[in-house]
C-alpha cells in the first residue's frame, strides 16, 4: 500500500524543463546575422518560428513549451506569456549613437519602413529625424526600452504591433498592468537585464562576442562571419549632432557604459580559464575553445549517421538554413569562407561516406572540392557532371580521432557572392549547396 502511495506521489512532480534560449533581438544591432549563427545548434523543429508580435496569432503555451530556442523583437519580458520554461537570455547591444544613426539610414533606404514616406517627403536630415515627434520614438532610449519590455509591468516602454488573436488572448494581462514606470526604473531593469543574462554580446566587438559565447555554451568556435542586412557607410557626425544623440540617449549610454564594463569582466574571465588548458604558445582563442568543446562534447559514437540540415549543426562556415520545394528538405550553402567543416562522433571503424551536393558557384569549383577528414585528404568519386551531384569516398579509422571527432570539411577553393553567380538580390558569399552527409560502417 505504501508502495502505491509513493507512486501515486511520485506523479505529480515535475522533472525540471531543459531552459529555453531566448534571443532578445535589439532591431539594428546584428541580430539578422547573429541569428543565422544561432539557429545551427537546433534542430528546425525546436526553433519558435514567428519573430515578430504581429505574426503571432494564436498562443499555445503547452505547444510553445517544446520549442528550445526562441529569437525575436519580442521585448525582454515578451516571452511569458508564450512558454513557461525557464528562459536562458541572449542579446546583443551597441554603441548608442552609431544605433541611432544606422537606424536613421535604414529607415531612408527601406519603403517599407513606418515613417519612410515621412522622411522622405520633408526631405528629414538627421538632425532633424532626431527632433521630430514622429521619427524620435524609433531612436531615444531604444535599447533600454526594447529590454525592459513586458505586457504585465510596462508594456508602454515599446511600441508592439499585436494581431487580433494575439489581442484577445493578452487582454486580461493587459488590463492588469502595474502603473507605468519611470524611465529610470526601466534603466535598471534593462541592467539587471544583462547581469542575469547568460550571454550578451557588444556589436562594436563581435568576433570577441562570439568567442564569449561558444565558451559560454560549450560550442566550437564560430570563425570569420559575413555581417548580413548592413548599410558599410558611416558618417562622421558634428560635436553638436553627437550631443544631441547623448542627450535623447542618456538611458541608452549608461546602459552600454555598464555592458562594456560587464562583458571586459566576462571576456578576462574566459580567457583565464582557457589558459588552463592551453598546450602550446601558439595557440589562439579559438584553439582553446575548441579543444574546450571538444571535451565538453564528447557525444554517444555512432556507427552510422544520416545527416540532413533540419538537424543541429556542429562546425563553421555555413549559411542560414533553406528548404528545397516540393521536397521539403533542408539544406545549407557553404561560406562565407572557402572552408566549411562538420563534426560528427564516430566509433573508430572504417566508413564509406557519402554526400548530396544540389548545387555550386560553378562546375569547375565542383570539380576541384577538396574534402578532408581531421585534415586528412580524401579522393571522391561521382558518376554525375552537372553541379548537382552524389559523391562517394572512404574514411578509414586511422582517421579519426581517439576522442570519436570526425571533422569533415569541404574546401572549394574560393566563393562568390550568390548575387554575382546566379543574378539574385542575395549578396551571401557561397561555395556548395549541400543537402545530406551519410557516414555507413563498412
Not at 196 to 216: A, I, P, T, V, Y
Not at 258 to 280: D, N, P, V
Not at 420 to 432: E, H, K, Y
Request: charge should be positive.
Amino acid at each position: 500500500m505504501k508502495g502505491l502511495f509513493n507512486k501515486w506521489l511520485s506523479s505529480f512532480k515535475k522533472t525540471p524543463q531543459k531552459p529555453a534560449t531566448y534571443f532578445v533581438h535589439v532591431p539594428k544591432t546584428a541580430g539578422t546575422s547573429f541569428i543565422v549563427i544561432l539557429d545551427r545548434f537546433f534542430a528546425a523543429k525546436e526553433i519558435y518560428p514567428h519573430q515578430l508580435w504581429r505574426e503571432i496569432k494564436e498562443i499555445n503555451k503547452q505547444k510553445n513549451n517544446s520549442y528550445l530556442l526562441f529569437r525575436g523583437h519580442l521585448g525582454g519580458g515578451g516571452l511569458d506569456v508564450l512558454t513557461e520554461r525557464p528562459i536562458d537570455f541572449l542579446t546583443i547591444l551597441r554603441n548608442p549613437v552609431d544605433l541611432a544613426h544606422s537606424t536613421y539610414e535604414y529607415v531612408l533606404r527601406e519603403k517599407n519602413t513606418k515613417v519612410h514616406g515621412l522622411v522622405k517627403k520633408q526631405n528629414m536630415s538627421f538632425d532633424e529625424f532626431l527632433s521630430h515627434t514622429t521619427t524620435q520614438p524609433l531612436i531615444k532610449n531604444r535599447m533600454v526600452r526594447n529590454i525592459s519590455f513586458d505586457f504585465k509591468k510596462d508594456p508602454a516602454a515599446q511600441e508592439v504591433f499585436l494581431s487580433a488573436e494575439t489581442i484577445e488572448y493578452l487582454q486580461e494581462i493587459m488590463q492588469a498592468t502595474q502603473t507605468h514606470i519611470s524611465d529610470e526604473k526601466r534603466l535598471q531593469r534593462a541592467i539587471r537585464f544583462i547581469q542575469k543574462s547568460r550571454w550578451f554580446g557588444l556589436l562594436e566587438r563581435f568576433d570577441e562576442s562570439m568567442q564569449l559565447l561558444c565558451f559560454e555554451m560549450g560550442w566550437p568556435p564560430i570563425g570569420p562571419t559575413q555581417k548580413l542586412n548592413t548599410f558599410t557607410q558611416k558618417q562622421v557626425l558634428s560635436e553638436s549632432l553627437q550631443k544631441k544623440l547623448q542627450s535623447i540617449n542618456q538611458q541608452d549610454i549608461k546602459l552600454y557604459g555598464e555592458a562594456e564594463f560587464l562583458f571586459e569582466t566576462r571576456f578576462k574571465a574566459m580567457k583565464s580559464s582557457l589558459e588552463q588548458i592551453r598546450r602550446h604558445e601558439d595557440d589562439s582563442i579559438d584553439d582553446l575553445l575548441d579543444l574546450r568543446y571538444q571535451y565538453l562534447n564528447q557525444n554517444t559514437l555512432l556507427n552510422f549517421v544520416k545527416y540532413d540540415f533540419s538537424q543541429v549543426l556542429l562546425g563553421n562556415q555555413w549559411h542560414r538554413r533553406e528548404l528545397m520545394q516540393p521536397e521539403e528538405e533542408y539544406f545549407r550553402w557553404t561560406g562565407p569562407h572557402a572552408k566549411a567543416s562538420i563534426d560528427f562522433w564516430l566509433n573508430s571503424q572504417n566508413y564509406s561516406i557519402t554526400v548530396r551536393i544540389i548545387n555550386a558557384i560553378s562546375k569547375e569549383v565542383l570539380d576541384g572540392l577538396r574534402i578532408k577528414v581531421n585534415d586528412h585528404e580524401l579522393e571522391w568519386k561521382t558518376v554525375d557532371t552537372g553541379v548537382v551531384r552524389i559523391i562517394e569516398m572512404n574514411c578509414t579509422k586511422a582517421m579519426i580521432a581517439d576522442n570519436g571527432l570526425v571533422r569533415l570539411s569541404f574546401d572549394t577553393g574560393k566563393v562568390k557572392s550568390h548575387q554575382d553567380a546566379f543574378n539574385s538580390d542575395d549578396q551571401r558569399l557561397v561555395g556548395i549547396a549541400v543537402h545530406w552527409i551519410q557516414f555507413k560502417h563498412d
